[in-house]
């Protein structure tokens, strides 16, 4: 044999790599890297699904917002007309009591005092009463709308329907009021 037809085959020692094994680290740095991108693709997938729950939550919030702040704005509104009634009330008791005293003055130089008298005694009587009917029901009025504010202004701490129920409530006190106030008007008319 010729020295240039001849291969000299050299033995492998232990734990040599073969040529086999060799090309095997790439295959599983290909299977890694599949792997990651997989689970990439599948964390993005979940992130967007996440972001989309969070807005849809969002919008869902903003609309509670927008409706807790109208009707705290209207609360606020009618806690301002009824205290405004409360001192229209009130100034108009005391001129009811001032009427009640020239009346007195008045009947009294007309004639007869005992049965003038009587009757400034029941006039006097149906109008401290009403009086004191509208001011009792515009304080409760006036005593309810801020508490529900305050309850509006923190209402995520509150079951929507209590507060729905409560403001029912506040407007029944309101009602009450009004009514009242319109006895003493009544009164103050004859």
Do not use: H
Request: glycine content about 4%.
């Amino acid at each position: 044999m010729s020295d240039e037809t001849r291969t000299t085959v050299l033995p492998v020692p232990d734990g040599a790599p073969t040529a086999a094994a060799a090309r095997r680290p790439r295959r599983w740095v290909a299977v890694v890297l599949a792997v990651l991108l997989v689970l990439t693709l599948a964390a993005g997938a979940y992130l967007a699904v996440l972001a989309r729950a969070w807005s849809v939550r969002a919008g869902e919030l903003d609309a509670v917002a927008t409706d807790l702040g109208t009707r705290l704005a209207q609360s606020q509104a009618d806690l301002d007309q009824r205290t405004s009634e409360l001192g229209t009330a009130q100034s108009q008791l005391q001129a009811s009591r001032d009427r009640i005293v020239e009346l007195a003055d008045e009947k009294a130089q007309t004639g007869d005092e005992r049965e003038t008298q009587r009757q400034l005694a029941e006039y006097q009587e149906r109008v401290s009463a009403a009086a004191g009917s509208v001011a009792s029901a515009l304080q409760e009025c006036v005593r309810g709308q801020e508490q529900l504010i305050g309850y509006l202004k923190d209402a995520e701490l509150f079951d929507a329907s209590a507060l729905e129920s409560f403001e029912a409530e506040v407007a029944t006190f309101c009602d009450q009021a009004e009514a009242a106030n319109a006895d003493l008007q009544r009164e103050l008319d004859r």
